[in-house]
């Protein structure tokens, strides 16, 4: 069924489309990890705190796959933002705001006790969406894809396919102006089995 909703998503990238209808369809035949948990938003909970995180039903959900740029949060006037933040945001917003559907696909906690979700907006991963208007740097690479090998391809080919961010990584930009990001501030390390 995953793979079935992001077919449709690789028709944005006409080059590649046919590959990563083909990838997603073969790597749909792994079994998904036992700890993926599939929750849907309820239309008027959904508020976007930036591009890469939001709340959902009273969960504070940090997208998966994708790392995007930093935009200053309220009670804290030492924050700033990073270019493109505020654009990042305005994109998961217009997308999540008209969206009929919004499916997060669970596959863990962060350090800050945020759900990590893959998040389908009207069977689209938005992942993707940022990726492919160069608001966001793909995750996979370096965190693996929890299992979720269709979404996993999906981010990369995005990545591959679309423009090249231009803003300074974030998880760089967050540990040369914020000491208060805590543990998400080093460069990412990879994961024993990712």
């Not at 696909?105 to 991963?125: E, K, S, W």
């Not at 990584?169 to 540990?175: A, D, F, G, K, M």
Request: contains cysteine; negative net charge.
């Amino acid at each position: 069924m995953q793979v079935l909703t992001l077919v449709g998503s690789c028709t944005a990238f006409p080059v590649v489309g046919p590959l990563c209808a083909l990838a997603l369809m073969i790597l749909s035949m792994t079994e998904r990890p036992a700890e993926v948990q599939r929750f849907v938003c309820e239309p008027g909970t959904v508020s976007v705190l930036d591009g890469d995180s939001f709340t959902c039903n009273k969960r504070h959900i940090r997208v998966v796959g994708v790392d995007a740029p930093e935009i200053a949060v309220a009670g804290c006037p030492e924050c700033g933002s990073q270019p493109s933040g505020h654009e990042a945001r305005q994109l998961v917003v217009s997308i999540l705001s008209s969206a009929r559907s919004v499916v997060c696909i669970a596959v863990g906690q962060d350090d800050y006790g945020r759900i990590l979700a893959f998040v389908l907006a009207d069977g689209r991963l938005i992942e993707a969406s940022l990726l492919g208007a160069g608001l966001a740097y793909e995750t996979i690479s370096v965190f693996g894809d929890h299992g979720m090998h269709g979404f996993g391809m999906l981010i990369l080919l995005s990545s591959w396919a679309g423009p090249s961010p231009q803003f300074q990584r974030p998880y760089i930009w967050r540990r040369e102006h914020h000491s208060h990001y805590g543990p998400q501030s080093e460069e990412p390390q990879l994961q024993k089995g990712d």
